[in-house]
Every structure is written in C-alpha cells, then in structure tokens.
C-alpha cells in the first residue's frame, strides 16, 4: 500500500469477540455453503462477517461469508464441510481492519493474508476525513430495529466524523462496500476540529470531546441525535490530535460499569467519568 496519511488516521478492527450478531444450527453445508432452511435472512445482510462452527462436525472452522441468500451462507472451502450438527455463530470479522486517512479512500487489511487493499465503494464518500475525525464500529446499538437479524444494522457500519471543523458524519456499510454521506446528525450545531476526541461505548453511543473546550457530546446512532453531555472545567493545553479517550467496563458479578477516560490536550491529566 503507497498512501500519505495525515496525523489523524484511524484504524478500526471488527472482532469477533466483541459481538455475536446470530447462532443456529445447520440443516446442510456443501464445499462453500452453510445452508439453514429455517433463516429469511436479506440477501447478503452477512457479506463481509464472519461464520465460525463452535460444535458439531467441523467445529473450530471460522470462515469469512463472501455472500448469501435467504437460507445459505457463502464462505471459501470448508476443511471438514459442516452438517446438520453443525452449531454455527455469526460475528465481527476478526480478520479485517480498516483505516481512513486524509482523503476519501478507504483502506482494508486482510490479517490472514497479511495484504492491505484499497476498496472501491459502491458509493464513494462524499468529503475526506481531517483532523478532529472519529472512526467507530458500531455493534452494539439498543434500538429496535438494529437487532433485528433479519434486517441487522448492528455490525454493519463504521461510523465516522468527519472532523475539520465541520459538523458532518457519515458512515460506512460493511457488507454493501459503500459510504452513506452526511446522516447527520439532527440538532447538530457543533463543529469538531483539532483536539476533538471520540469513543464507543459499546452500547451504540458515541462520546466526543470537541476540540479543547471540555465540552463532551454524546451520538446516538439508533435516533442519530447529538446532544451535550457533560463539561470538564479543568483548562487543556495545545490542541493535539490523536485518540485520548477510551472506555473501562468495571464489572463485579451481575454488575457492570463503565467508565468514560479522558487524557487533556498537551498535558499528563486524566479524568473519568461513569456512564449511568
């Protein structure tokens, strides 16, 4: 791969661990299919994902879904074709990663085949990404409709801001292999540039710091609403880009909490604040 990229890159991963989008049980495989006759899944809702065999015969076996139909699910060969034991997860792909730069083209790496490729979307992106942008797998959203496996929108998209003082986000769809430009957001008055700063929670909501003002947003991909959050008072230094927020989940049994860090701009102060 021959590219120049500004300071503000992102990389994303779609790991498998992170989410499981749907499970059965196959009714037939051959060489390249997994076949479940009882599914109506859209017609390559899947492509792109991954399939991973976690019992019966040929369990172990994770392949990447090129395509599928209704019932059957396309993958390169199988080293030992699954059957009607086959109990199959369908997830994040743990073999991709993808990463943006400083102009519209999007980058994929294949880890597996350790080759980086320039996609093509079926619709290219409208504006490139600068300084201040966001790039964020959304797997986890709550909404009604994003769950929905027939249907699924979790998983599907890589949310991102575009960042150089500009309000605009778009998204890009992962089994269709194209952009969806300017989604939004609604209420959104709010430019991000230089020193912006964005996390997933996991949850379907994305955190943004803008710029150095302290002033922290949340998106809501499942109402695609951007609204304010919180404000930390302490002043921040130079704005700097690169990523300095990220998320902890503390968990004790049954209880879970999360955690929002914050590293400030041009300084060695982090803050923290819990999601409740």
């Known amino acids: 791969m021959a590219a120049a990229f500004a300071t503000d890159a992102k990389l994303r991963s779609t790991p498998g661990y992170a989410a499981t989008f749907t499970t059965g049980t196959a009714t037939s495989a051959t060489g390249t299919t997994l076949v479940h006759s009882g599914e109506t899944w859209t017609v390559n809702q899947w492509t792109n994902f991954q399939v991973i065999i976690v019992s019966g015969t040929g369990a172990g076996q994770i392949r990447t879904i090129t395509s599928n139909t209704n019932t059957t699910l396309t993958v390169a060969a199988w080293t030992i ?3 009607a034991t086959s109990v199959y997860v369908i997830e994040g792909n743990d073999d991709y ?7 519209v083209t999007l980058y994929r790496y294949s880890i597996s085949g350790n080759a980086w490729v320039t996609l ?12 201040g942008c966001s790039f964020n797998w959304i797997r986890s959203s709550t909404g009604d409709l994003w769950s929905d496996k027939y249907n699924i929108i979790n998983g599907r998209r890589l949310y991102s801001f575009r960042g150089g003082a500009s309000a605009v986000l778009d998204y890009y769809d992962i089994p269709s292999n194209t952009w969806v430009s300017n989604v939004g957001p609604l209420l959104a008055t709010e430019t991000l540039t230089t020193g912006s700063v964005h996390e997933n929670a996991g949850n379907g909501i994305l955190f943004t710091q803008k710029d150095i003002t302290g002033r922290f947003f949340r998106y809501e991909c499942a109402t695609n609403s951007f609204t304010p959050w919180h404000t930390l008072m302490y002043p921040q230094g130079a704005a700097i880009v690169g990523d300095r927020m990220f998320t902890v989940d503390f968990i004790d049994g049954a209880t879970k909490i999360t955690w929002v860090y914050f590293i400030i701009s041009t300084g060695n102060l982090m803050f923290r604040s819990m999601l409740i």
């Open 81 to 83: 074709n699954p059957d």
């Open 97 to 103: 990663l993808y990463l943006i730069g400083n102009a």
């Open 120 to 131: 093509t979307p079926g619709a290219a992106r409208s504006g490139a990404a600068a300084a």
